[in-house]
């Protein structure tokens, strides 16, 4: 470190703030989040935050970055395209549901899935694998995309236990519902 300068305090990078704000939403949900809580949380004065984050929709968009930028790792790997979709389906259910509060934020708003993502890039390479026609394919990817997410939606508010039951709702729902696709898939596919 050069003489006279100061350490770099983690706290207040922009990662340390989002990492923060994390936790809070988690724990508390979206609604509990605010500026004062999450300078208190960090320890310092709530002005400070503002270097770095524009204002609380700046800050949960940036939540929403950071969860997605989770889809990077996500690659399909080997088998048909079936088998490819329903593990793409899978780990977008998992990323989802390891932070509840945050994702029914990110379905309410009309960007948590975006076009220049890894999923999105994945999901239309198996989708070009099934035999889609070029011309099919990110159409059929952004429907495939919002279904999925509704989905999800309807599994973290509760709404699928309610409908399908108890007990394994949630797991038998969404295991149905991606068979369901996947057939939908290979129908279009044969057309």
């Not at 279904?147 to 039951?165: A, D, F, I, Q, S």
Request: aromatic share 4%.
């Amino acid at each position: 470190m050069a003489e006279g300068a100061k350490p770099v305090d983690q706290r207040l990078t922009k990662d340390g703030i989002l990492q923060a704000a994390l936790r809070i939403v988690d724990a508390e949900g979206v609604e509990s989040l605010s500026m004062r809580k999450l300078a208190a949380d960090l320890g310092v004065n709530p002005m400070s935050i503002y270097h770095h984050v524009e204002n609380k929709a700046a800050l949960l968009d940036g939540l929403t970055r950071l969860i997605t930028r989770g889809a990077e790792h996500i690659e399909v790997g080997e088998g048909t395209w079936q088998e490819q979709l329903r593990r793409l389906a899978y780990e977008f259910r998992e990323l989802s549901l390891a932070h509840r509060n945050l994702i029914r934020y990110a379905f309410a708003t009309d960007d948590v899935i975006r076009r220049d993502g890894p999923m999105w890039r994945t999901l239309c390479t198996v989708l070009r694998s099934a035999g889609l026609a070029e011309s099919e394919v990110e159409r059929t990817g952004a429907v495939l995309a919002v279904l999925v997410g509704g989905l999800l939606h309807t599994e973290v508010n509760g709404t699928m236990r309610r409908l399908v039951g108890d007990g394994e709702a949630d797991d038998t729902g969404f295991a149905l519902a991606v068979e369901l696709l996947i057939d939908g898939v290979a129908a279009r596919a044969l057309n």
